[in-house]
Nanobody, 125 residues
Framework: QVELEDSGGGLVQAGGSLRLSCAAS????????MGWFRQAPGKAREFVGS????????YYAEIVRGRFTISRDNTKNTIYLQMTSLKPEDTATYYC??????????????????WGQGTQVTVSS
């Protein structure tokens, strides 16, 4: 059983930055791909970015590529989502995710094994 605790959300003005954190515990974490999804009110949960357990490859949704960066600290079992040049349309609840599949980017939100509780990001215009 993997437990994920995500944090770091908040209110920021457009053009600003935030860093989200996701601390993982339990399970054999080296065999789980980890990443982030987000869900805005009235919309489906969508993939944001991930890092593969198999080869460390990073994947990003087109709408965040170049603005968001995922990193991992294996000593702390923590991944980070550095968000820059934030836009009002980035406003959503961000969820940390972990899955035994090699590439989170290739599975739907309904198939993800584990979720964090979510952290709210609000970008004002």
């Amino acid at each position: 059983q993997v437990e994920l605790e995500d944090s770091g959300g908040g209110l920021v003005q457009a053009g600003g930055s935030l860093r989200l954190s996701c601390a993982a515990s339990g399970g054999t974490l080296s065999t789980y791909s980890m990443g982030w999804f987000r869900q805005a009110p009235g919309k489906a949960r969508e993939f944001v970015g991930s890092i593969s357990w198999r080869d460390g490859a990073l994947y990003y949704a087109e709408i965040v590529r170049g603005r968001f960066t995922i990193s991992r600290d294996n000593t702390k079992n923590t991944i980070y989502l550095q968000m820059t040049s934030l836009k009002p349309e980035d406003t959503a609840t961000y969820y940390c995710a972990a899955d035994s599949s090699a590439y989170l980017s290739q599975i739907g939100a309904n198939s993800v094994d584990y979720w964090g509780q979510g952290t709210q990001v609000t970008v004002s215009s």
